[in-house]
């Protein structure tokens, strides 16, 4: 069964750091990318940063460049995402996203609060 568990959020000031992790079980963690999502009510899910199978390769969507980064570590089937400077805008529901052959899969998501 898979299963992908978020974990990391909270309330952070702005300017503030949060780091996300993704646990994962249940498929072939080596071969999946590993992107994460945004998503706020009544929007759309907007991607943030993704990574590949062996983490030599990374893809961040503004505004996340030069702020964020993202990293996996496959002996322990865990994605990261460590988020600095931290904006008010960036509050939303963090997802970690599994993807591989056919396969798409999602986390239950982590409540991200930037808020003074």
């Known amino acids: 069964q898979v299963q992908l568990v978020e974990s990391g959020g909270g309330l952070v000031q702005p300017w503030g750091s949060l780091r996300l992790s993704c646990a994962a079980s249940?498929?072939?963690?080596?071969?999946?990318?590993m992107p994460w999502y945004r998503h706020a009510p009544g929007k759309e899910r907007d991607l943030v940063a993704t990574?590949?199978?062996?983490?030599?390769?990374?893809v961040f969507v503004d505004p996340a460049k030069g702020r964020f980064t993202i990293s996996r570590d496959n002996a322990k089937n865990t994605v990261y995402l460590q988020m600095n400077s931290l904006k008010p805008d960036e509050t939303d529901v963090y997802y970690c996203n599994a993807r591989w052959f056919l396969h798409d899969s999602w986390g239950q998501g982590t409540q991200v609060t930037v808020s003074s």
């Open positions: 249940g498929f072939p963690f080596g071969i999946a990318a």
């Open positions: 990574i590949s199978t062996t983490g030599s390769r990374t």
